[in-house]
């Protein structure tokens, strides 16, 4: 009869033993894949939330009403030489300028615009547009409009005590008229 209190024999001592040892390698490794997966999703996490939006255009803040492309003269709609119209606008405590935005109906429209302080709301109603203007960074975004009808353009990022007060209007207009009326003039606004 065996003695079932009597300790394994050698050789099932050693082979459990190896079996441990073999397992605590392997819950190691695991482990070991398992931390770096969590460290490469923190590191993946940081660096894409701090670095900004893929294929970005910056611009001095400071500078927009002096040079560049954002002078108050280059405001508003212009004609590109491809029949596509490029509006450009800035946004600041607490306005959009222009305030009213004119485009023709049925074209392609490539909103440019950002900020000159806070980071600020682009929405404009029944399009597809819905960004952010950041200081800094210069928001470009294309959009077309079938009919034409007024849009309102809150500005919908809490951007201090007038932010509720901010807002602008697009003014969509049939193509014909809009070509004509910008045959003569190299920007356009609604009040001109
Ligand atoms: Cu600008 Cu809210």
Redesign the pocket.
């Known amino acids: 009869m065996t003695d079932m209190t009597s300790p394994p024999p050698n050789s099932h001592r050693d082979s459990s033993a190896v079996t441990a040892r073999a397992e605590s390698r392997w819950a190691t490794f695991a482990i070991a894949i398992l931390v770096l997966i969590v460290v490469l999703a923190v590191i993946g996490g940081i660096r894409h939330s701090t670095l900004p939006q893929y294929q970005v255009e910056t611009i001095d803040p400071s500078m927009l009403h002096i040079s560049g492309e954002f002078v108050e003269s280059n405001l508003g709609s212009a004609v590109e030489s491809d029949g596509s119209v490029t509006v450009r606008i800035v946004?600041q405590?607490?306005s959009f300028t222009p305030q009213c935005i004119l485009v023709p109906a049925a074209t392609l429209i490539v909103f440019r615009a950002t900020s000159a302080d806070a980071i600020?709301?682009f929405l404009i109603e029944g399009s597809n547009i819905n960004s952010m203007l950041v200081p800094g960074y210069v928001s470009s975004l294309p959009a077309r409009f079938d009919q034409p009808g007024e849009h309102l353009m809150p500005?919908h990022?809490?951007?201090g005590v007038g932010?509720q007060a901010?807002w602008a209007t697009v003014k969509v207009i049939d193509k014909a008229e809009f070509f004509k009326m910008s045959a003569n003039r190299r920007r356009l606004a609604c009040v001109d």
């Open positions: 946004a405590q607490y600020h709301g500005c990022e809490f951007c932010h901010m």
